[in-house]
C-alpha cells in the first residue's frame, strides 16, 4: 500500500487534509481518504502522516499488503508503537501463514521536533456510557488549570456503521451533544473523515482497528492537541485478564498509537460499566444526552437491543433511570429482557455485576433472569469449545483451517520494519 499526495483541500466552509491510497498487493481500486472540519476549525487541521499512517495499517496488514509507504515524515515512536499493537493482535488469535509488513516513512526528511506549545487534552465523545464517563471522571478529578484536563471533545463521523450515515444524521448528534459540552465546559469539535471506508467490516473495526481509527483523527489535529483520551470499554482490568479480551480499542494497543507529538491515552480502566453509569446518575445533563443504541443514534435509544437493556438495567440500581428520557421503553420487566437478551462473548460480563445489585434494590426477578441467560451463554460457550476440540483431535484443524481461509484477519506473525 502507497499513501501519496498528501494535501490540504477547502470546500464549502470546510477545510480537510486528504491523500491517495494505492493498493498494491491485492485487487482494490485506489481511494482518497480525508480527515475534514469545520472552518472556523481549519487551523487545527495538520498535514501529519502519522494520521494516515495509524488509519492504515490495519487495512494493509489485513489484506496482506506487504508494506505501508507514506510520502511523508513518520514518527519513529509511532513505527515501534504499531509493530507492538500488530503483535498484540497476534497474540489474541494466532494465524499459521506468516506474513511480514514493511513501513516505510518519506527518505528525504528527518522527523521535527515538535514546536514549543501549551498542554490541550480531548476526548472522543459519542455521547456512550465510555465517554460521557471518561468527561465526567476528568471533571471531577483535575482542575480546569491542569495539563490533562479536557479542553477539546471530538464527535466523529462515520464512527458507528450501524445508524445511518446521511450528514443531517450528524448534524443531529453535534447539536445534541453540544448541550454535554457546554455544560462541561470544552469545545465541541466535529471531524469527518472516511478512514473506515478501507475496510468498512464491523468486525474488522469492533476487533482490531477501532483505537487506531480515533487515534488517527487525534494525529490530524496534532497542531492543537497534545493528548487525545479514548475511554475505555467498559471493562475492568480483571475482566479483561479473565477474557483475554480482543478488542479494537483496548489499554494495551491504543497507548502504542502514540507519537512525539502526540499522546494517545485509553481512560478509566479502573471502573466497570456499572461504576461508570454510577458516576453519571448524578449528572443531569449527561443522563439527558445518553445515547447507546447504534441503530437508533444519535436519536432516542430503541430500549430493546442488548446496548439499551444493559444500560437501562445499570440506570435502574443506580436509581437514575427515570431520570433519563432517552430510552423509547422506561418499563423493565421479566418478560422484556426475556424476549430481548441475547448475550455475546463481549456483553456477559457487564450482566454479571448486574445480578447482586438488582436483589439488593429488590428486583430479584430481573436478577433472575439475567443469571438464566450467562448460564444459557456459558453452556453455548462449553459446547463451542467442545467442536473446537473435537475439530482439533479428530478432524485435524479442517474447520479452523476452513475458516481462516474465510475470513480476513490480523492473526499472523507480525514483523514490522521501519526504512528510514
Known amino acids: 500500500m502507497r499513501i501519496e499526495n498528501l494535501r490540504f483541500e477547502h470546500s464549502d466552509g470546510r477545510s480537510r487534509i486528504g491523500a491517495d491510497v494505492i493498493w498494491e498487493d491485492c485487487d482494490r481500486p485506489q481511494q482518497y481518504v480525508f480527515f475534514e472540519t469545520d472552518a472556523s476549525f481549519a487551523d487545527s487541521l495538520t498535514l501529519d502522516a502519522n494520521a494516515f499512517l495509524v488509519g492504515c495499517f490495519v487495512p494493509a496488514h489485513a489484506h496482506r499488503e506487504r508494506r505501508l509507504r507514506v510520502a511523508g515524515e513518520v514518527c519513529p515512536e509511532l513505527v515501534y508503537g504499531i509493530t507492538t499493537?500488530?503483535?498484540?493482535?497476534?497474540?489474541?488469535?494466532?494465524?499459521?501463514?506468516?506474513?511480514?509488513?514493511?513501513?516505510?516513512?518519506?527518505?528525504?526528511?528527518?522527523?521535527p521536533?515538535?514546536?514549543?506549545?501549551?498542554?490541550?487534552?480531548?476526548?472522543?465523545?459519542?455521547?456512550?456510557?465510555?465517554?460521557?464517563?471518561?468527561?465526567?471522571?476528568?471533571r471531577l478529578t483535575y482542575p480546569l488549570d491542569h495539563p490533562h484536563a479536557f479542553k477539546d471533545a471530538l464527535v466523529v463521523y462515520g464512527q458507528n456503521w450501524e445508524s445511518d450515515s446521511r450528514p443531517a444524521t450528524f448534524a443531529t448528534a453535534v447539536e445534541a451533544l453540544s448541550e454535554v459540552a457546554f455544560d462541561a465546559g470544552v469545545t465541541l469539535v466535529p471531524i469527518y473523515t472516511n478512514i473506515r471506508d478501507l475496510d468498512p467490516t464491523p468486525d474488522l473495526f469492533l476487533y482490531k482497528s477501532h483505537g487506531a481509527l480515533l487515534a488517527s483523527v487525534g494525529h490530524a489535529l496534532s497542531s492543537r492537541l497534545t493528548t487525545v483520551s479514548i475511554g475505555s470499554t467498559g471493562y475492568d482490568l480483571p475482566t479483561l485478564l479473565s477474557l483475554n479480551e480482543r478488542a479494537g480499542t483496548h489499554p494495551v494497543l491504543d497507548i502504542h498509537y502514540s507519537s512525539r507529538t502526540l499522546r494517545i491515552h485509553h481512560d478509566d480502566i479502573g471502573l466497570s460499566r456499572l461504576q461508570k453509569t454510577r458516576l453519571l446518575a448524578n449528572w443531569d445533563v449527561g443522563l439527558r444526552n445518553i445515547r447507546v443504541c447504534g441503530k437508533a443514534w444519535p436519536g432516542t435509544n430503541c430500549g430493546e437491543c442488548e446496548k439499551c437493556l444493559r444500560t437501562m438495567l445499570a440506570l435502574l440500581v443506580s436509581n437514575a433511570l427515570h431520570r433519563s428520557p432517552m430510552f423509547q421503553r422506561v418499563e423493565l420487566t421479566p418478560k422484556v429482557l426475556r424476549e430481548h437478551l441475547k448475550l455475546g462473548y463481549l456483553s456477559f460480563p457487564f450482566y454479571a455485576e448486574l445480578v447482586a445489585p438488582l436483589r439488593e434494590i429488590g428486583r430479584a426477578d430481573l436478577a433472575k433472569v439475567v443469571e438464566n441467560s450467562i448460564a444459557r451463554y456459558k453452556l453455548d460457550g462449553r459446547f463451542r469449545r467442545s467442536i473446537k476440540a473435537f475439530d482439533r483431535d479428530f478432524l485435524n484443524g479442517a474447520i479452523r483451517g476452513l475458516k481462516n481461509r474465510l475470513t480476513v484477519s490480523l492473526r499472523s506473525p507480525?514483523?514490522?520494519?521501519?526504512t528510514p
Not at 414 to 418: E, L, S
Open 414 to 418: 507480525i514483523v514490522v520494519r521501519h
Open 85 to 111: 499493537a500488530l503483535n498484540w493482535l497476534r497474540f489474541w488469535g494466532a494465524q499459521p501463514t506468516p506474513h511480514d509488513i514493511t513501513i516505510e516513512g518519506d527518505h528525504s526528511a528527518r522527523y
Open 113 to 138: 521536533s515538535p514546536s514549543p506549545r501549551s498542554a490541550r487534552a480531548a476526548v472522543f465523545l459519542s455521547g456512550g456510557i465510555d465517554s460521557l464517563a471518561c468527561l465526567r471522571a476528568n
